[in-house]
């Protein structure tokens, strides 16, 4: 506390005046009113003084002050003061002189002081005060001077050498014949014990404060701990305050068996011999889980005597005492942590019971990690028995999968990747999400992805195979829904058929680096309405060129709209990329790092990520296959369409777009006819041949229509109102030749057409 400025004369009251009273005045003084005041009668006493050079109180000549006979002090009273250790001082306001007997002087520690460094002021004696007591002093000795009262105080004084005693005393202020200031007398006696009592109090109470605040903070950092590694850390990193451990251990008890999951304070390979062993009935850990209790060892003594079984081994560790607590959670022993000490102590009861409340925190928080281990390690079991190991290499294309669970929670759902291998030289896409975040939509997910795989691995069509799926999953009766995208590639032209069932678009990055979301059109999620019929949409790709399917938390959080999210997302799937021959592996892999990179370190992710990439090679040479072959069901008018659409394509790649009108026209033709008029399937083949340049290297496309039909077509001249009949005449007015061969079983139509040179 700041101490006050020290005055330097006597403290006096304000307003009094130390000059002596009119020589020869008597009788009563005045004061401020008028009125008149009796003289105040003076103390007899025998005050004791310093004797010169000896720095030690010793007595003086009576003097001063009048007195009466009934002022002298009792014979008791002096034996009752020495057997108490209470001494007397007398502080000579006026002059400023401070005297008392041996026992004050002894008490106040003046025979500690050097010679001459004790002149008997008021000063001098604050000075040996200590500098937060002197202030205090000093200001409660001036209010008694002003009032003329009484005034006490607890202080302490510091010695040359640094020795601290404490000293009580009591005083009282005399007045003179006129009502002035003029003494203080009163006792002194030694309260260092009070003080060692006063400091050991503060020192526990600053202890008992410090460990309750441990218990806080170990209690907080306990439950913030998730896993049981994380309890482990906490564990063995735990600064008990005033009871500072040589050795910490934690061991959990599996099966009859301790495992160590933790430890400090120890050499490496010190604990192997009790890691994932049996432990003796004799050693105290099995006694302190046996007895669901703590076991204290305070000395290598009694361990020795009282453990001898397992002395030897924990001798070589040089520990002192020991405390083994159990670790206890819902009735049974799940572990035992240790504290040790390197030299022999014995806990009292508050050390004692602050070591069993810290293994009560450490056990409640390892059996909610050990549960929680338990349950991810469940889940991510489940999640990689539902989604594919690896994913099937297909010639002609590269692919990529990332699967990221979300942060919280069992980080298991319903988010679901896949590529299928398909009839025909083709792969189909899958990406999708069931409705939940749980161990049910995990399982749901499982039963759809397999019923879709096994739909596209019959050859079905894609808006068959999404139909089938939603027909599936509300045959379930789950209360659950899935929102999906299927898309099959056909690797020998890059052309995609998607369909989407309420997911989100695919985008696609381009060879020119520039990437946007492709519009597929969209139904309802799979199993709100089992006669969903859903539409196709066809887009192609080029060489190089790479289709992204995602899941919803890739794009989407609480901070962040779907707007935002895709716009992010073609952002970096439009950044440059290392090339193939430059990099270590496939540029495709380092795309998904960094896509999946972005969303791990973002702190709004909520939701699993399912992302799967694909990049369309196309042949050697980065040129498509010249030929274009398609089977086309008896009766199915839809697939004529998507085979126009893809012959179109074809010829575009091959570089003979002069073809693709009259082309189309004519295979229309041939294709209608053989599926109208035949009850079996008709298979379509569209290739292209060129001849050397030495020859002039001019085009020659052929077009084939197989069917098994014995019937060959018939040449009609239909009338100018008739609908149909024209075909065959179209085709020989349009193509350069054309022909129908027989084959073994049913026929094949044919048409050639010729262009210039490339």
């Not at 060892?297 to 040089?318: A, K, L, M, Q």
């Not at 020998?492 to 520039?514: E, I, N």
């Not at 189309?664 to 294709?671: A, R, T, Y």
Request: hydrophobic share 40%.
């Amino acid at each position: 506390m700041p101490t006050e400025p020290e005055s330097p004369g006597p403290a006096l009251p304000p307003g009094a005046s130390t000059a002596d009273p009119p020589a020869g005045s008597s009788g009563p003084t005045t004061t401020g009113t008028g009125r008149a005041k009796p003289p105040a009668q003076a103390v007899r006493r025998r005050p004791l003084r310093t004797a010169p050079g000896t720095g030690r109180l010793a007595p003086v000549l009576p003097g001063g002050l009048p007195s009466t006979a009934g002022d002298a002090m009792p014979d008791w009273l002096e034996p009752a003061m020495a057997a108490n250790g209470i001494g007397s001082f007398d502080w000579d306001i006026r002059r400023d002189v401070l005297e008392g007997d041996p026992r004050a002087c002894a008490i106040i520690g003046l025979d500690e002081v050097g010679q001459g460094a004790f002149d008997r002021t008021a000063a001098s004696f604050l000075a040996l005060l200590h500098p937060e007591d002197a202030p205090v002093v000093r200001r409660r000795v001036e209010r008694a001077v002003a009032e003329l009262g009484q005034c006490g105080a607890y202080y302490r004084t510091v010695g040359p050498n640094g020795t601290m005693r404490a000293v009580r005393f009591r005083g009282r202020v005399l007045a003179d014949a006129f009502g002035r200031a003029s003494r203080m007398v009163g006792f002194v006696w030694d309260a260092t014990v009070e003080l060692h009592k006063r400091d050991r109090a503060d020192r526990l109470a600053l202890l008992r404060e410090e460990r309750s605040r441990f218990i806080k903070e170990a209690a907080r950092a306990l439950s913030e701990a998730v896993t049981v590694r994380d309890v482990a850390r906490v564990f063995t990193e735990l600064p008990l305050p005033g009871l500072p451990p040589d050795g910490l251990v934690l061991a959990a008890f599996e099966a009859g068996r301790t495992r160590i999951l933790g430890a400090s304070g120890y050499r490496p390979g010190a604990l192997t011999i009790w890691d994932r062993t049996l432990l003796p009935a004799g050693h105290p850990a099995a006694e302190a889980l046996r007895h669901r209790a703590p076991v204290f060892v305070s000395s290598r003594d009694e361990y020795r005597e009282t453990y001898p079984e397992v002395w030897e081994p924990t001798s070589r560790n040089g520990r002192g005492s020991w405390a083994y607590l159990p670790l206890v959670a819902s009735g049974r022993a799940i572990g035992v942590c240790v504290v040790s000490f390197d030299d022999e102590r014995e806990l009292d009861a508050d050390e004692r019971t602050l070591l069993t409340t810290l293994g009560g925190l450490v056990a409640q928080s390892l059996a909610r990690a050990r549960l929680h281990d338990a349950e991810h390690e469940l889940a991510a079991g489940l999640q990689r028995v539902m989604l594919p190991r690896t994913v099937p290499s297909v010639p002609g294309v590269t692919t990529a999968v990332r699967y990221l669970a979300a942060g919280s929670g069992l980080q298991i759902g319903g988010d679901w990747y896949d590529v299928v291998p398909l009839p025909g030289g083709h792969v189909g896409l899958v990406i999708g999400d069931v409705q939940g975040h749980d161990v049910h939509a995990a399982g749901i997910m499982g039963q759809l992805r397999i019923a879709l795989r096994a739909y596209a691995a019959e050859g079905h069509p894609p808006a068959a195979v999404m139909a089938r799926a939603s027909r599936f999953l509300a045959d379930l009766d789950t209360d659950h829904f899935a929102t999906c995208t299927y898309a099959e590639v056909n690797v020998d032209y890059g052309v995609v058929y998607a369909v989407r069932a309420g997911h989100l678009d695919p985008v696609v990055r381009r060879s020119d680096g520039t990437a946007a979301a492709v519009p597929v059109a969209g139904g309802l999620p799979l199993g709100i309405d089992p006669d969903q019929e859903y539409r196709v949409t066809r887009f192609s790709l080029d060489p190089g060129e790479t289709v992204l399917l995602c899941t919803d938390g890739l794009v989407e959080s609480r901070g962040m709209d779907l707007d935002e999210g895709v716009a992010r997302l073609t952002a970096t799937l439009a950044e440059p990329l290392p090339l193939a021959e430059e990099a270590f592996r496939d540029p495709l892999e380092d795309l998904a790092d960094r896509i999946a990179s972005q969303a791990a370190d973002s702190s709004e992710r909520e939701d699993d990520i399912a992302l799967l990439l694909l990049r369309w090679d196309g042949p050697a040479g980065g040129l498509a296959a010249q030929q274009l072959r398609r089977r086309i069901g008896q009766a199915d008018l839809a697939r004529v369409a998507e085979v126009r659409a893809e012959l179109r394509d074809a010829l575009r790649r091959w570089g003979v777009a002069e073809f693709i009108d009259t082309a189309e026209l004519l295979s229309s033709e041939l294709v209608t006819n053989a599926i109208r008029h035949t009850d079996r399937d008709a298979m379509f083949t569209a290739r292209l041949y060129r001849e050397p340049v030495s020859d002039g290297g001019r085009a020659r496309l052929r077009v084939e229509v197989e069917d098994e039909s014995d019937l060959w077509p018939t040449r009609r001249t239909p009338g100018e109102q008739a609908s149909s009949g024209r075909g065959l005449m179209l085709v020989e007015a349009l193509a350069d030749s054309w022909g129908v061969e027989p084959r073994g079983s049913g026929k094949r139509m044919w048409f050639e057409l010729s262009g210039a040179a490339a």
